[in-house]
Every structure is written in structure tokens, then in C-alpha cells.
């Protein structure tokens, strides 16, 4: 069935976003006397809400007492600074303009929470007109629970053979199976190979124009 929802996840996806993330956390780790990671060592921490992030950076020194200090003194980190590393995959915003004007209707869910994604939704794609950009809310389930997944559908009003979820991690991949919908996995992210070899998706691809003809969507 032709697809008339693409829902994109957002970190690793449609944002390029790893590198402001470390530098804030690394900072923030060494202030307060914790190991620092490299880029390979954060890769596996993402994909969850923040707690379960800022668990994954502690490692063995993740207590809740630890989890809520680092996290909330890495927010303000990320929150105060430019994230001038932060920008859209190439070609990004030519597919989501080029779906929008072939009336496809366009969603991000995200365990990033809501006021960042707007953040950089407003400053870097502010002429697409997303159904629904649904962030973390920690009064409510965080994917891989389907929440999100299911509020943007209802919104959208299409049964679910007609959306498709688009991500770069094993999180997306659980997020669409429990939402009932298909998924495409993209490799430019930060996916590993539990994400390009599973069994689920409908498709792995390695550039934006791939996803035309996966979804038969004609580009022109």
C-alpha cells in the first residue's frame, strides 16, 4: 500500500547532532570527576530518553543520585551553548520538501525532548509543515514505546499500512514493530550493525534519494 506518512526520527536521521552532544557531556563528566568517552564509546549510549543516556555515559558510576546530577547539569551545558555542530544531514530538507509537495504527510518522534526539536525544526526547516513533531515528555513513555508513534498517526488520520518510520538505530526499528508500522533504516547515522542487519525493516539505505524508490514515490 502506498505510504502517506513518513515519520522520522530525528538525532542520526534528519540532524547530524553527535558532536555537541559530547563535547557537553565530556565537559560536564570531567568537571565532576567521571571518565570522559570517546565518539565510539557514546554511539551505543544513544537512542534512549536522557536518563537512560546519562546512565549509559556513567557506566558503573550510574546511581540515580549521579544520573540526575550529570543530567541536569548537562542540559543546562547543551542548553546554553550555540550547538554550531548540530546541522541537517545533506539533502535533508530537499527530501522533506520534495515529500510535502507530493502532499506526503511529514512527523518526527524523537526521545529528544520537545523544546530542542523545536529549537532547530523552527531554525533549519521552518517551510516544512509537520503533522506532529512529538519529543520526550517524562509524563510519558519514550520509544521504543509506540506513544509517540501513536499519537502522530491519529493526528495524521491514515491506518497504519499507510505510515512508514525512518531511523538509524535498533530503537526506531523496536519503535515502528511496536507501533505495527513498516520501518526504514538509514546508514549515515548512528546505527550499528544490530539496526542494518535486522530482520523488520523494509529497507536499509545509504542517501535520501534511495528512499524514493523504496517507497515508490515518484521524485520529479
Not at 66 to 74: A, R, T
Not at 206 to 217: A, G, N, V
Amino acid at each position: 500500500m502506498a505510504k502517506k506518512l513518513c515519520i522520522f526520527d530525528f538525532d542520526g536521521t534528519l540532524f547530524d547532532s553527535i558532536d555537541d552532544v559530547i563535547f557537553c557531556f565530556n565537559k560536564v563528566l570531567k568537571e565532576y570527576g567521571f571518565p570522559t568517552l570517546t565518539r565510539d564509546e557514546y554511539i551505543p549510549c544513544l537512542g534512549g530518553n536522557i536518563n537512560d543516556i546519562v546512565s549509559k555515559v556513567l557506566g558503573k558510576n550510574s546511581t540515580p543520585q549521579n544520573v540526575e546530577i550529570i543530567k541536569d547539569v548537562y542540559l543546562d551545558c547543551y542548553n546554553s551553548s550555540k550547538k554550531e555542530r548540530t546541522i541537517p544531514y545533506p539533502h535533508s530538507e530537499e527530501l522533506l520538501r520534495n515529500l510535502q509537495d507530493k502532499n506526503i504527510l511529514l512527523a518526527i518522534n524523537s526521545n529528544r525532548l520537545n523544546y530542542s526539536l523545536n529549537e532547530f525544526v523552527e531554525k533549519y526547516f521552518s517551510d516544512i509543515d509537520f503533522v506532529l513533531i512529538e519529543g520526550h515528555n517524562v509524563d510519558y513513555p519514550s520509544k521504543p514505546d509506540s506513544f509517540g508513534v501513536n499519537n502522530i498517526i491519529d493526528k495524521a488520520n491514515v491506518s497504519l499500512d499507510e505510515a512508514v518510520y525512518i531511523g538509524d538505530t535498533i530503537i526506531d526499528i523496536r519503535t515502528a514493530q511496536n507501533a505495527g508500522i513498516d520501518c526504514v533504516v538509514v546508514k549515515w547515522g548512528y546505527g550499528q550493525d544490530n539496526a542494518f542487519n535486522h530482520e523488520y525493516p523494509i529497507g536499509v539505505i545509504e542517501e535520501f534519494s534511495q528512499l524514493y524508490d523504496l517507497l515508490d514515490i515518484n521524485y520529479f
